[in-house]
């Protein structure tokens, strides 16, 4: 059964503390839109790591792929 958007938001809420999560997506293909205070001086790639770190295994074996946009909550409020 392919994960649906609402879990995949799950997932990375689960994992992450998230001041703003949204996911999009078709069941294989997702985009996340996630504003973490974790995020906080750190470089994208190390950004995408914490949000791999949450989905664990599920990015491997459920989620075929996952686009991102990583924001610190002063990025986003500046967006």
Do not use: N, W
Request: glycine share 8%.
């Amino acid at each position: 059964m392919l994960p649906t958007p609402e879990q995949v938001k799950d997932y990375i809420a689960g994992g992450l503390a998230c001041q703003h999560l949204e996911v999009e997506g078709d069941g294989q293909h997702f985009f996340a839109t996630i504003v973490s205070d974790a995020f906080v001086g750190k470089r994208l790639i190390a950004r995408h790591q914490l949000v791999y770190a949450a989905l664990g295994e599920r990015m491997r074996e459920e989620i075929h792929a996952l686009s991102m946009k990583t924001l610190t909550p002063d990025e986003f409020k500046a967006a």
